[in-house]
């Protein structure tokens, strides 16, 4: 079993920065690669970025290239995802999950992600 539990959303202006945080403990999260998710109402949960725990291979969604950053601290058990340069399009509530390594050629699709966090809001507006 892997606890995972997010923090570091908030209310921002556009053009603003956030730092999410991922917590992993449990079960050994060096055998998962990480991804952020979010989801906005009315709409279908989306994968954002992703991170390997074993090479730090990041993978992003085209919408955040360039204003996203994922990391991940292995002493910590922590990954990360900085963005910048928020977007109000940005708004939603922001998950983050673990799949198996094995798996993270797949790790844009939700469906094969075993542990899903509780969310973090972001809110980006005026």
């Known amino acids: 079993q892997l606890q995972l539990a997010e923090s570091g959303g908030g209310l921002v202006e556009p053009g603003g920065s956030l730092r999410l945080s991922c917590a992993a403990s449990?079960?050994?999260?060096?055998?998962?690669?990480i991804g952020w998710f979010r989801q906005a109402p009315g709409k279908e949960r989306e994968a954002v970025a992703a991170?390997?725990?074993?090479?730090?291979?990041?993978k992003y969604t085209d919408s955040v290239k360039g204003r996203c950053s994922i990391s991940g601290d292995i002493a910590k058990s922590t990954v990360y995802l900085q963005m910048n340069s928020l977007k109000p399009e940005d708004t939603a509530v922001y998950y983050c999950?673990?799949?198996?390594?094995?798996?993270?050629?797949?790790?844009?699709?939700?469906?094969?992600?075993?542990?899903w966090g509780q969310g973090t809001q972001v809110t980006v507006s005026s």
């Open positions: 999950a673990a799949v198996p390594k094995r798996r993270f050629s797949d790790w844009q699709f939700s469906s094969v992600y075993n542990y």
């Open positions: 449990g079960d050994n999260w060096d055998y998962f690669a």
């Open positions: 991170i390997s725990s074993s090479d730090y291979e990041t």
